[in-house]
Nanobody, 121 residues
Framework: VQLQASGGGSVQAGGSLRLSCAAS????????FGWFRQAPGKEREFVAG????????FYGDFVKGRFTISRDNAKNTVSLQMNSLKPEDTAVYYC???????????????WGQGTQVTVSS
């Protein structure tokens, strides 16, 4: 499975961005897709995950209803809609795929390249 992330950019606090992760080269029915982020000097942090088959979703504690993860079967994409962005959301965001319903990076064995999200105050 190959993953291609897109949609990052710069936005002011309170704004919104939508990240997309295009998946190819495999079947996804048993996969779990996740979004992680990593800010300079910090560990990679779980943002959101979704089980492809049933679209079950789970989120990092900090999200608090601001972000929504979804998947599009027809386009083989996983999206992360981010609203009410804060400066502390600034990070490189990565999409990942694995087989376990998990919020730890080591559970995911396929990673896309990162996409930068910058939120200014």
């Amino acid at each position: 499975v190959q993953l291609q992330a897109s949609g990052g950019g710069s936005v002011q606090a309170g704004g919104s961005l939508r990240l997309s992760c295009a998946a190819s080269g495999g079947t996804f029915s048993s996969s779990v897709f996740g979004w992680f982020r990593q800010a300079p000097g910090k560990e990679r942090e779980f943002v959101a995950g979704i089980r492809w088959s049933r679209a079950n979703t789970f989120y990092g504690d900090f999200v608090k209803g601001r972000f929504t993860i979804s998947r599009d079967n027809a386009k083989n994409t996983v999206s992360l809609q981010m609203n009410s962005l804060k400066p502390e959301d600034t990070a490189v965001y990565y999409c990942a795929a694995g087989s376990s319903y998990s919020d730890t990076p080591r559970a995911y064995n396929r990673w896309g390249q990162g996409t930068q999200v910058t939120v200014s105050s």
